[in-house]
Structures are given as structure tokens and as C-alpha cells.
């Protein structure tokens, strides 16, 4: 008896040793695919969760495959990242095999991108700055007014309209100087911002913008979506 318990504990550990092979593996497998069918410049990290991996494979539906992109993978400006999970991936083991995956469908996407502060403030000029503050932000620049150079601050929201984050402030006021009543509209003008959020990979559709400390999280879904080489 004593005999076959370690017979069957060996061939317990023999057997998740090779799911835990063959899960890594896929996972370098997963990263090329993506990366060819997806669009991305690199290729992402990829991270199979689920176990055991080896029942997702002979199914040849996969539960959740997160993949974490940088602003290279994602061939956008520095400070983009996102982090998204494929929810339902179908491979079949038969295309696998004969390595003859032309398509891979997901049923679901969602996760997050996020834009650093430091690329919106580039966007206003070079001496901006833009920082959480509470559940909006808080936009510092210096502006000309007619012929006055005035160093501004003033609290802005930040919303979502279509594929732009619409940040839009209110009353600005001096840093450390008085801003003219007849001013104080068209400098807090000046303050206001439309960025266009580049297109990202796997038909991914903006659904819900969040001021957070590293940046502006920007909730992102697809479904029913269909990758294929590009």
C-alpha cells in the first residue's frame, strides 16, 4: 500500500510538473501569436492562469489569458502601458498541432490603459504640469495674455468623449500673482485639453476614464473579437 502512495504521489508530481512545462511554453507560444495577430510592435508578456493547464488545451479553450503591454509593444508614446485579460480563448489542439493557427477568436477583453501625467502635460507645453488631486486633477502652466506672461494653476475634471479625454478646468487662478477678473475666463481657456487616445490593439473600445497616482486609467473592453495575422 505504502508502495503504490508513492507511486501515485510520483506520478501526482510528475503530472504537475508537466503542465507547469507545458504551460510555459505556451505562454512563449501565446506571446508570438499576440504580438503577429494583435498588431504590437514587441512581444508582451503573457501569463496562462487556470489549472490545470494541460484540460484547457485538450478543450482547447483557454479562461483567461492576461497580457501586459508597454508603450513599445504598444507602438505608442512613452508613458502608454495596458493590461488587459483574454477572457475564453479559442485554439483548438488540432490547429496547434499542425501549426496551423490563421485565427485566434476571444470571447471577451477587458482591462486597463494608462497614460502618464507627464504625457498630458506635454501636450499643454513644456513647463505643464498635471497631477491627481481628489477625484480630479490639478493643471499648472505659464501663459501669455496679452502680452503678460501669468503662472497659472487651477483644478480640472477629466472625462471621456469617444477615443478623447477631455480635461476641463475651472476657475484658474495666479501662482502667486492676480489674474485680472477680465482674464481669468480665457486663461482658464488655455488650460483645457483634448487628447486623442491612439488606437490600441484588439479592437479594444474606450469605455470609462479614472484620475489614479501613476496616470489616467483608462477602462478598455472588446468582445466577440477575431485576431488574425496582420
Do not use: C
Request: charged share 20%; no cysteine.
Amino acid at each position: 500500500m505504502r508502495a503504490l502512495l508513492v507511486v501515485l504521489l510520483l506520478l501526482a508530481g510528475l503530472t504537475l510538473l508537466a503542465d507547469r512545462i507545458a504551460v510555459g511554453i505556451a505562454e512563449d507560444r501565446v506571446a508570438d501569436q499576440l504580438a503577429g495577430k494583435g498588431g504590437l510592435v514587441g512581444t508582451p508578456e503573457v501569463d496562462i492562469t487556470g489549472f490545470p493547464f494541460l484540460t484547457q488545451v485538450v478543450a482547447g479553450r483557454y479562461e483567461d489569458v492576461r497580457v501586459s503591454l508597454d508603450a513599445e509593444e504598444l507602438g505608442q508614446p512613452a508613458g502608454t502601458r495596458a493590461a488587459v485579460s483574454l477572457r475564453g480563448v479559442h485554439v483548438p489542439l488540432r490547429t496547434v498541432l499542425s501549426g496551423s493557427v490563421q485565427e485566434v477568436p476571444v470571447d471577451r477583453i477587458d482591462g486597463t490603459a494608462t497614460l502618464a501625467y507627464d504625457l498630458l502635460a506635454a501636450e499643454l507645453g513644456s513647463d505643464a504640469t498635471v497631477a491627481p488631486e481628489g477625484a480630479g486633477l490639478r493643471i499648472t502652466r505659464t501663459v501669455e495674455v496679452l502680452g503678460r506672461t501669468l503662472p497659472v494653476t487651477a483644478a480640472g475634471t477629466v472625462v471621456l468623449e469617444g477615443d478623447q479625454l477631455v480635461v476641463d478646468v475651472e476657475e484658474a487662478a495666479g501662482a502667486g500673482v492676480d489674474i485680472p477678473d477680465f482674464l481669468v475666463d480665457r486663461v482658464s481657456d488655455l488650460l483645457d485639453l483634448r487628447y486623442t487616445v491612439p488606437q490600441l490593439p484588439f479592437g479594444l473600445q474606450l469605455t470609462s476614464v479614472t484620475p489614479a497616482a501613476d496616470g489616467i486609467r483608462v477602462r478598455v473592453e472588446a468582445a466577440d473579437t477575431v485576431l488574425t495575422a496582420q
